[in-house]
T-cell receptor
Framework: GAGVSQSPSNKVTEKGKDVELRCDPISGHTALYWYRQSLGQGLEFLIYFQGNSAPDKSGLPSDRFSAERTGGSVSTLTIQRTQQEDSAVYLC??????????????FGPGTRLTVT | AQKVTQAQTEISVVEKEDVTLDCVYETRDTTYYLFWYKQPPSGELVFLIRRNSFDEQNEISGRYSWNFQKSTSSFNFTITASQVVDSAVYFCALSAHPNFGNEKLTFGTGTRLTIIP
């Protein structure tokens, strides 16, 4: 079946502009995660969704970052007033949560964000 | 807090050699999961293995094997008879379970493996 998809694959924006990054998880996966991969910080967790709720937002670096998920499916990560330090690859992952446990996370190809 | 250390930043070996990637973790939780992911040049993270803290059995999958030792908090990954296609960055990761359902991953800094033909 289809894997996790993300769009756009590349985004170049000017400092101070807002950007929206989209994630389409694997169908039926109720858990969704956003991570960021940058040269200076490595791979770091941003936010976790279970269904449409985000019980863990502890990784969001500032209040310029927000995310939502609708219909238990698509998620959007929004960065307002982008700064150069926001330049990174933003990765989305989803996993299946069921009564017997939790399955592994499957990652999308990422969105490479460049803030000029 | 959790921490994962991959001390080897870069490793280069000649094709067909065996290679071991080291991973050391820290957590105060008694229930946790350990993972290895592969990131080839294409960039997409590929899941390799997931182990829970109660299962210390070593695992073998083809040319890949994993050695989990709680006594040394290590979860090492060995590739036998390496191939050029194994060239990638490999990440070790940890997830603790204070709240069921949230398996957010704490990643190591990765080891870049280059297989020389």
């Amino acid at each position: 079946g289809a894997g996790v998809s993300q769009s756009p694959s590349n985004k170049v924006t000017e400092k101070g502009k807002d950007v929206e990054l989209r994630c389409d998880p694997i169908s039926g996966h109720t858990a969704l995660y956003w991570y960021r991969q940058s040269l200076g910080q490595g791979l770091e967790f941003l936010i976790y969704f279970q269904g449409n709720s985000a019980p863990d937002k502890s990784g969001l670096p500032s209040d310029r970052f927000s995310a939502e998920r609708t219909g238990g499916s698509v998620s959007t990560l929004t960065i307002q007033r982008t700064q150069q330090e926001d330049s990174a690859v933003y990765l989305c992952a989803s996993s299946l949560v069921w009564a017997g446990g939790i399955n592994e996370q499957y990652f999308g190809p990422g969105t490479r964000l460049t803030v000029t | 807090a959790q921490k994962v250390t991959q001390a080897q930043t870069e490793i280069s070996v000649v094709e067909k050699e065996d290679v071991t990637l080291d991973c050391v973790y820290e957590t105060r939780d008694t229930t946790y999961y350990l993972f290895w992911y592969k990131q080839p040049p294409s960039g997409e993270l590929v899941f390799l293995i997931r182990r829970n803290s109660f299962d210390e059995q070593n695992e073998i999958s083809g040319r890949y094997s994993w050695n989990f030792q709680k006594s040394t908090s290590s979860f090492n990954f060995t590739i036998t008879a390496s191939q050029v296609v194994d060239s990638a960055v490999y990440f070790c990761a940890l997830s603790a379970h204070p709240n069921f359902g949230n398996e957010k991953l704490t990643f190591g800094t990765g080891t870049r493996l280059t297989i020389i033909p």
